[in-house]
């Protein structure tokens, strides 16, 4: 039995946390849209995988949803121009992670037209093949929206091949503050079902379920509506409980499925996308728009007037700041959402297609309490929705034993935080979680770099070895020949010097 399993059988419905959402008032602001800033700032690195080639040159001009770069690999989506204009520098910019580090970008300054490019929309989508929406899918640089930017099509690929019999559509959207799927779905609910019917289709589901918190009213009913002409299409209501738009427990709690530690969700049967990459792949096949804009939610105590905005990708987060207003220097920012987003280093870094959020924290909401020691009270235990022991990994990573962390499941954990909101002592376990894995995932990167290098001096000693006796071969014939023809050149004076 896993620890999945173990987890739900003695535990049953009661993990996770429920936090004050905060998602209003900006959940109930109307929907706007950001003006073109003067310039975009576009990573090439937005997805998983390997980040994404630059096929553009410096100064030269570009039309909207142009393509700058080429995807690289199996594993990877393109980039394009989020508006018109031209090229103006191709270097490395802050990357939106909180170390801090620098990262290949596009810097392209808009013409104020906002000018399309080429599109090429499709009429029918449905009289398209599987293979064939995959394709355009991929060329749009659809990634999942829902934070994890895996690229769209591999995920159909890998659903068509495993025979999926269920889409599942994750409009959860459990983290506190934000509210960006939450605005899709009010707004743009035709937009969300099409591209879920689109979905379905290139994977061969022959049913759909979307799972919308009860805490979401409006979105549900705007769900409903949108569809109520498809039978195979069914609207979810599940408890507002965190971390419900996690995959794993959206599954489990929609069709009573659970996908085993080491499996992926379609080998149980079902596909899990995101509301907001739903609507995505709806205008990259109704409208041949690539992905170069999204809605993201702008909220916190420093923010003047809360809501969602739809933005170009490659906007800086202080473009955003400025378009709602502040009221006082923020305290925090955080793109995403306070349980799992990312501690950003300053407002000037851009936003990218994982981006749901931007959460601007005065000093209250930022405020974080000191760490005290732990009382055992097992509460980090009950909040786990992976049923893992918090505590027990904890301990082992603080004494350096990481393979000790590794028994007790670490490679589990989904660092969702419920474990350090609900610790009494205030200690940073998701901290310690996120360390160790990143420590291991060294270790692991270094023992393959040392394992390539032993390969590589095996090869060369072998080559070495092998260059040596074909040497010595080379030249034991030489010589060989050179006594043949000294004996035959002997043989030749001695017949000659004969009576």
Known sequence: ???????????????????????????????????????LYIPMQQHVGGPARPVVLVGQAVLKGQLLAEAQGNISAPIHAPTSGRVVAIGE?????????????????????????????VVD?????????????????????????FPSAVKFNLGKRLKVSTLIVNGGECEPYLSSDDCLMRY??????????IIMHAIGAGDALVGIEENKPEAIAAMKLAAEPFGNVRICPVPARYPMGSDKQLIQ??????VPADARAAEVGVLVHNVSTCAAVHRALRLGEPLIERIVT?????????????????????????FTGLTQEPARLI??????????????????KGASG???????????????ACIRCGSCTRACPMGLLPLEMANHIRAGDLEGALRYELSDCIACGCCAYVCPAHIPLVQYFSHAKGELSARERSKLRNAATRRLVEQRLARLERETREKAAAAAKRKAERDAAKARAAGTSVTEASP
């Open 253 to 258: 709690t929609l069709t009573g499925k659970e």
């Open 1 to 39: 039995m896993g620890i999945l399993d173990r987890f739900f059988k003695s535990h049953g419905p009661d993990w996770g946390v429920h936090p004050d959402d905060h998602k209003r008032p900006a959940a109930d602001a109307p929907l706007r849209t950001l003006p073109v800033p003067e310039k």
């Open 298 to 322: 702008v909220n916190g105590g420093a923010v003047a007037t809360p809501g969602n905005v739809f933005a170009p990708l490659g906007a800086r987060v202080a473009d955003l700041l400025g």
């Open 188 to 197: 743009r609910a035709s937009e969300v079902v099409d591209g879920l019917r």
């Open 93 to 121: 910019i802050t990357a939106p992670h909180p170390s801090g580090l620098a990262q290949l970008a596009i810097t392209l300054a808009s013409d104020g037209n906002d000018t399309w490019g080429e599109r090429q929309p």
């Open 335 to 352: 793109l995403g959402g306070p349980m799992m987003g990312t501690l950003l280093p300053h407002a000037t870094i851009p936003i990218v």
């Open 125 to 149: 989508p449905f009289s398209l093949s599987p293979a064939e929406i995959a394709k355009r899918t991929a060329a749009a640089g659809v990634v999942g929206l829902g934070g994890a930017t």
């Open 358 to 372: 931007i959460l601007a924290f005065d000093a209250r909401e930022a405020r974080v309490p000191e760490a005290g």
